[in-house]
């Protein structure tokens, strides 16, 4: 049976149409993935879905009451005992980005509603939390519309992906894998199609063409022929005039009746060639030593530090609230800790994108760190689909994702050869983060990522750091080298409690009294 229900459904922002959605259902227990490019309506929709906006047009049919996990990560509602325990929580006021958002997911898994609409909960929980989240979500007994950047929660949680684009809206029965998968091969059918339908317009009027010019290059009648012969010369061209002209008009017609092929619209995709200009010859390009850091009683790190090798890609990981971010700051600080390499230019991507003005526009907060002329400057922003007029918007205006951007846009047009990125993945859409993480699995200089995505840590990370109990651990191998020694180390941890548990078993049986035999 359907719990919600729309139809005819239309939304605009200004004078821009968001989308036109002539029909769609939720089922029970559904697990809805909704997909787009940043600015497509993924937000909108979801409000409009559980009642906090209303559309311009159609009507949406609810059958039952839903949970709603915003963006914003304030709470709809109380979490109950269960929920907090399951997520770290213990009811006390939450400080964190973190334990907001764990909070807020907890508020709305306690309400047992049958519709569950959830935007971004990942953002801001730390790998743990999202791997929390991805079991409650399996566990849920309802549907659930989910909005996010992690493809490993996409994945391994929906079995339908709504993708909102061109104003539009498809549904894809499938994993968010197999709708990528069908999407290229659809794009890849469309490009196809609209190269087969150039090549033979063009060369069907390549051939009328050629038919006009033998029709005007045929010669009248010489002066010195006779009547008759002239006669006849002109009856003949006009006979094979005729015959091209008739030729030309059946090839024009078959050119207008032909089924126009659109070019298939280009993905958003960063292009520029970031690479280290100015390699760095030390062997470790940056270095950070005997970091110790207390709040009160409480100490984050004792004596904590890391290297970071010269061209090496570096995933650091830790729970939330571990001193990550902290970490970060003394390496950009230049603190008494840190010790940089010579030649060594750092770019840094903060996680709120701090080091944006939000009172200049976005073409003057590129430029100002980067020696680029303001023409290559505006084809990175084009590359990330900032273009036009839209490069003079102030910061303020712009949403989480295009901030992300504008970010983006400053390291690619600076000269730097160490880029420290602080959660880069949050805020924007799935195909700036695919584009992203092509740009820097090719990257050449030396790259330390703080991230919560799985997919991207297993795409890009040739080392990892695990921050945890105040210290910092390397494990010098990727994701799946980790994890393969962590069911290494599982597996004997396995074998002894099945032996303890059968060791006990056969202590209860042998002290069990036994039946009296005759």
């Known amino acids: 049976m359907f719990l919600l229900q729309l139809s005819q459904l239309s939304k605009a922002f200004g004078t821009r149409n968001l989308f036109e959605i002539p029909q769609l259902e939720i089922q029970d227990g559904e697990r809805i ?64 980005g973190g334990e907001r958002t764990r909070l807020a997911i907890a508020a709305a898994f306690s309400q047992h509603k049958p519709l569950l609409l959830a935007d971004e ?65 659809e794009r890849a059918f469309m ?39 002239a006669r006849l010369h002109k009856g003949t061209r006009t006979i094979s005039q005729g015959k091209l002209g008739r030729r030309a008009a059946t090839l024009c017609n078959r050119i207008d009746q032909m089924e126009p092929k659109e070019r298939p619209q280009d993905l958003p995709q960063v292009r520029m060639a970031l690479g280290a200009a100015h390699p760095v010859a030390a062997k470790v390009a940056a270095r950070l030593e005997a970091v110790t850091v207390r709040y009160g009683r409480h100490t984050v790190l004792q004596n904590a530090g890391f290297c970071l090798p010269t061209g090496s890609h570096t995933v650091m990981l830790g729970k939330n609230g571990a001193g990550k971010s902290t970490l970060l700051k003394c390496l950009l600080e230049d603190t008494e800790h840190a010790r940089l390499a010579n030649g ?85 859409d799935l195909y700036t983060v695919e584009a992203l993480e092509q740009l820097l699995s090719s990257w050449k200089g030396t790259l330390l990522v703080v991230t919560h995505d799985r997919r991207l840590t297993e795409r890009l990370a040739q080392r990892l750091l695990f921050v945890e109990d105040g210290a910092v651990r390397s494990f010098e191998g990727d994701w799946q080298d980790w994890q393969s020694q962590q069911q290494r180390k599982q ?18 049986a042998y002290q069990s009294p036994r039946p009296f035999s005759t």
């Open 344 to 428: 060594v230019k750092l770019g840094y991507f903060a996680q709120h994108h701090e080091l944006l003005d939000p009172a200049r526009t976005i073409l003057e907060n590129v430029r100002e760190s980067s020696a680029l002329p303001e023409h290559e400057v505006r084809t990175i922003l084009a590359n990330l689909y900032l273009a036009g007029d839209a490069v003079f918007k102030p910061v303020s205006v712009l949403s989480g994702g295009e901030r992300a951007k504008v970010a983006f846009a400053k390291l690619l047009a600076s000269d730097c050869n160490l880029l420290v990125l602080d959660e880069p993945t949050n805020h924007i």
């Open 191 to 229: 490009q196809f199609e609209y190269e087969q339908y150039r090549e033979e317009k063009a060369r069907l009027q390549q051939e009328v063409v050629h038919l006009r010019e033998q029709m005007r290059g045929m010669r009248k009648a010489p002066k010195r022929m006779g009547n008759s012969e």
């Open 491 to 508: 597996k004997p941890a396995d074998e002894m409690a099945q032996l303890i548990e059968q060791m006990r078993r056969a202590a209860d």
């Open 33 to 96: 993935g909704l997909v787009g490019p940043n600015g497509a309506g993924k937000t909108t929709l979801l409000e409009l879905l559980y009642g906090i906006q209303q559309p311009d047009a159609g009507i949406i049919d609810r059958r039952c009451e839903i949970a709603y996990i915003p963006q914003s990560g304030d709470s709809d509602g109380r979490a109950d005992g269960q929920f907090l325990r399951s997520f770290s929580l213990n009811g006390s006021a939450c400080r964190s």
């Open 121 to 185: 909960p990942t953002t801001n929980l730390d790998w743990q939390g999202v791997e929390l989240l991805q079991q409650q979500l399996l566990r849920y007994q309802g549907a659930a519309v989910l909005v996010s950047h992690d493809r490993t929660l996409l994945d391994g949680v929906c079995n339908t992906i709504w993708a909102l684009e061109e104003g539009g809206l498809r549904v894809f029965p499938g994993s968010y894998s197999e709708w990528l998968a069908q999407r290229d091969r």
